[in-house]
C-alpha cells in the first residue's frame, strides 16, 4: 500500500456491524469511523444508499466499498454477510436480509427456516441442520487498490430461539465450535469468534503488515 492506513470508514449504517468492526480494529490500532462522523467532518452530503444487486457476498460488500470511497475519499470497508441451510440449497444466502420481504422481521424469517427444515423431517427426510454463516469483507483504497478477506462460520439451526444478544438470525444459529447461539454469546467473544469478526481479523492483519512494509 502506497500510505499507512489508521483510518478507516465503515460502509454501513447498521450501529451492531460498527461496533463489532470498531472493536476489532482497536486490537490493530485501526479507528473504523462512523459514516455520519466523517459527513461532519467533512462537510459532505448524507452517506449513500447501495443496492446490494451483486450475485456474491464479495459483489455487495464491494458495491458498498466503492460507493463509500466516491463520497468521502478515504479508505473505506464493505461487508456483505449470509447464512446458508445445506438442506435448503443454501438459502436463504445472499437475501439474507431481504427473505420473504423487507415487511418480514427476523423472527418471521427464522420461523419460515424452521418449518421448513421440520417438513422435510417429517416427511422422512433425514435431518440435516447444517449451515454456515458466510461473510465477505471489501477494503476500498485511493487509486482504485483494494483489499479483501473472507470467513465462514460453520453451525446448525435449531428447532427454537437462544439468547437475547446478537441480531439477525443469531437467536437460531448454534455455532459448532462453542455450543452456543450468536444470541447467548457475550458481544465480546462475537467480536473474536463471529464472521465479521473473524473477517475483519485477517484483514486488519494484512494492513499491519503492509503499514509496516513487510
Known sequence: MAKEIKRIVAATGNPNKLKELQVVGA?????ICAPRDIQAELGLGDPPEVDETGSTYYDNAKLKADSYHEWC?????????GLEVSALGNIPGLHSARY???AATYADRMNKLIS??????????????????RCSLVLALPGGQQMQSESKIEG???????????FGYDPIF?????NQT??????SVTCTKGFRAQAAEQLFRNIVENNSGH
Not at 486490537?27 to 479507528?31: N, T, V
Not at 475519499?73 to 454477510?81: E, F, I, N, T, Y
Open 27 to 31: 486490537r490493530f490500532d485501526i479507528e
Open 73 to 81: 475519499s478515504m479508505p473505506c470497508l464493505g461487508d456483505d454477510s
Open 100 to 102: 420473504l420481504g423487507d
Open 116 to 133: 421448513l427444515l421440520q417438513e422435510r423431517e417429517q416427511a422422512g427426510e433425514p435431518r440435516n441442520r447444517e449451515a454456515y454463516y
Open 156 to 166: 446448525e439451526i435449531l428447532d427454537e430461539f437462544r439468547g437475547q444478544g446478537g
Open 174 to 178: 448454534l455455532i459448532n465450535e462453542l
Open 182 to 187: 450468536f444470541a447467548e454469546i457475550d458481544f
